[in-house]
């Protein structure tokens, strides 16, 4: 009769349990209908509001990033160094260990909505000693005891402490999934930067080898003619010291050559070396894709993992209030016991050796409610810093996207007088050394020219290498590529 009474109360009281602390309601953050370096962009579009994560859009990992940016660059060695880098790269491994213990805590919190049990068995053979017992034997002073039980705790949630708590662990866990996912952004985009600058270092290396074999020519003409007599010791002096100066160049750049080919073995989880002969062979940059498109604002917010993982923060703290919060009532435990005593072993499991024991805890800690409210002051000023940091998020994306589109813009243009300079400069270095040979010309011109189509031509790869690279940082603040571009994920609470 005590115990159906018991479980009646206990249900009405269930049933009308609630969740104490805020409920979190998603920052509404207005941004521009488009980004103002997006000089392609449509006026057309119209404002957009961007108001948080889909919480159905579930936050598993994808096993690629967000969009397969790099084979738009439409080469095969760079698509299977990203490939390679997503299977094998360390810091990936440690960003999905860090996902998979976030899962575990997360099924951890939910195993307390539900009741706790465990078991026992305890076996005792004791002897007392003659002066505890005067007068008996020493047969009556032993005694034996034998016993089993299983035991079951419940914690009833009528405020919502386990509840708040799953729901932080599951934000944390949807935060989680998203540090992978920028994660993976992150080295993509760093194996096509560096492969990039790999490229492009390879190309002004044999600019400047190339320089040096003409300069090798034109210093031989010079001796040619010193030794013939129409030429002066200063003029062969001159012609060696310009050769000397670009074969200097060429050790600086064979070893960032080296350099780069390490950085990116070890980014596909190699050791350094384990790249050099693939590598060596030089070929040129990547084509760049005629035109990128951001998309606007909004859309880059929704789904770039950064700001997604400061939502879901800013969600965990908002639902720790509510922990903090339901110390402030009472804390009710249902529990009981069902077990077997005997001393002997073969009546352990009779009908008279049954205990059992059944009882309803209440811990209470309104003696102590300083500590309880200034635990509930600690997470507020982490829910505001955490408010703080997602809004922080928010404009440092939009910062990153709007410099990498002014940069990719810019280099572009540079690229075009670059290219047209270095044209020039050989054109004007093939006339200087007609005119020398002709007679019409003295060295000094020769040699001048020379040095500016070395100039140019290195500024123009250069250039090159770091359009390639701001093309590949447009696709990292754009998340990893298009932006409409977005996987489909399992959802972490299904777990």
């Known amino acids: 009769m005590v115990i159906r009474s018991l479980t009646l109360g206990v249900a009405a009281a269930l049933l009308a349990a609630c969740a104490v602390g805020p409920n979190y309601v998603r920052p509404n953050i207005e941004t521009p209908s488009k980004f103002a370096r997006d000089e392609a962009a449509s006026d057309a579009r119209a404002a957009d509001i961007v108001t948080g994560v889909e919480q159905n859009a579930a936050p598993t990992p994808s096993p690629q990033a967000d969009a397969e940016f790099w084979r738009s660059f439409n080469d095969p060695l760079l698509t299977r160094l990203v490939e390679d880098a997503l299977a094998a790269n360390h810091d990936l491994r440690i960003a999905l260990a860090s996902y998979d ?43 034996e005891s034998y016993s089993v ?33 920028a994660m993976q952004v992150a080295i993509v985009g760093e194996v ?77 989880g190699q050791t350094p070396d384990a790249l050099i002969a693939e ?5 040129p940059l990547p084509a760049l894709p005629a035109r990128l498109d951001p998309g606007s604002p909004g859309e880059l917010l929704r789904h770039r993992p950064d700001v997604i993982a400061a939502e879901h923060r800013l969600h965990a703290a908002t639902a720790r209030i509510g922990v903090a919060t339901a110390d402030l009532f009472p804390r009710f435990t249902l529990g009981g016991l069902i077990g077997s005593q005997a001393i002997d072993t073969s009546s352990l499991f009779e009908r008279d050796s049954e205990t059992r024991l059944a009882f309803l805890g209440i811990d209470w800690s309104f ?5 309880v409210r200034a635990r509930i002051a600690a997470a507020d000023a982490d829910a505001a810093g955490e408010l ?20 990719y813009a810019r280099t572009r243009v540079e690229d075009q007088h670059l290219e047209q300079a270095a044209a020039d400069s050989a054109t004007a270095a ?47 603040a754009l998340a990893g590529g298009w932006p409409t571009r977005v996987p489909v994920r399992e959802d972490v609470a299904s777990r």
């Open 149 to 181: 039980q299983a035991d079951v705790s419940w914690e009833l949630d009528l405020y919502g402490r386990v509840r708040r708590g799953v729901e932080s662990s599951r934000a944390e866990a949807w935060a989680a999934a998203s540090d992978l996912d």
């Open 367 to 371: 003696l102590d409610i300083g500590r």
């Open 388 to 407: 703080a940091r997602y809004q922080q998020s928010v404009l440092l994306a939009l910062e990153d996207t709007e410099n990498a589109l002014v940069r």
């Open 279 to 283: 590598l060596t062979p030089v070929k």
């Open 101 to 143: 213990r976030a899962n575990a805590l997360l099924r951890n919190a939910k195993l307390d909505r539900f009741p706790t049990v465990t078991a026992s068995a305890t076996g005792s053979d004791s002897r007392a000693s003659a002066d505890q017992a005067p007068g008996v034997s020493r047969a009556d002073r032993d005694g």
């Open 192 to 268: 096509a930067r560096s492969y990039v600058e790999l490229r492009g270092l390879q190309e002004r290396l044999r600019v400047a080898q190339e320089n040096a074999e003409n300069q090798r020519e034109t210093l031989r003409l010079v001796n040619a003619r010193f030794d013939a007599g129409r030429g002066t010791e200063f003029d062969t002096s001159r012609a060696r010291a310009q050769l000397e100066a670009t074969l200097s160049r060429v050790p600086a750049l064979e070893a960032q050559v080296a350099v780069t080919m390490h950085r990116l073995a070890v980014l596909t």
């Open 430 to 476: 093939r006339l200087a050394r007609v005119r020398y040979d002709a007679g019409a010309a003295d060295l000094f011109e020769v040699l001048d020219a020379e040095r500016t189509r070395l100039t140019a031509e290195e500024a123009f790869a250069d250039a090159r290498t770091r359009s390639a690279s701001s093309a590949v940082a447009l696709y990292k």
